[in-house]
């Protein structure tokens, strides 16, 4: 469905309304009303009482949706290509390469440990 159709059925709803206040609405008017009903419900818009129009919640779901699936897409990429370039601007890039770092150097002294078996501490039971 277009932005289009749903600017159509806002502006037809917005001149009913000004017949209204004006009470010039005719015969041909409720045909109309009712014909903009069926159009609403066919195109699947609902009506937003706060702003008074009728909205395609759909298409502004998918388009968030959209835009969230580009984005899980496209940052591997960019992260490749920019690597640690990227990541001197992102905050959140440094403290995930800082952590990064730390777990690594942990890791390392825990192996080394491991490796050094019988030089570690041992306790004295007696």
Do not use: C, W
Request: aromatic share 4%.
């Amino acid at each position: 469905m277009s932005k289009e159709s749903t600017m159509l059925v806002n502006d037809t709803l917005n001149l009913l309304r000004g017949k209204l206040i004006r009470y010039v609405l005719e015969d041909t008017d409720m045909r109309m009303i009712a014909n903009l009903v069926q159009t609403a419900d066919q195109l699947g818009l609902e009506y937003d009482q706060e702003s008074m129009t009728y909205q395609d919640r759909r298409a502004e779901e998918a388009r968030r949706k959209s835009r969230a699936q580009l984005a899980r897409e496209l940052e591997p990429g960019l992260n490749a290509i920019f690597g640690m370039e990227y990541a001197k601007h992102d905050p959140e890039a440094k403290r995930q390469e800082t952590n990064r770092k730390a777990r690594e150097k942990y890791h390392a002294k825990k192996k080394k440990g491991k490796a050094n078996g019988s030089k570690a501490r041992k306790t004295s039971g007696g």
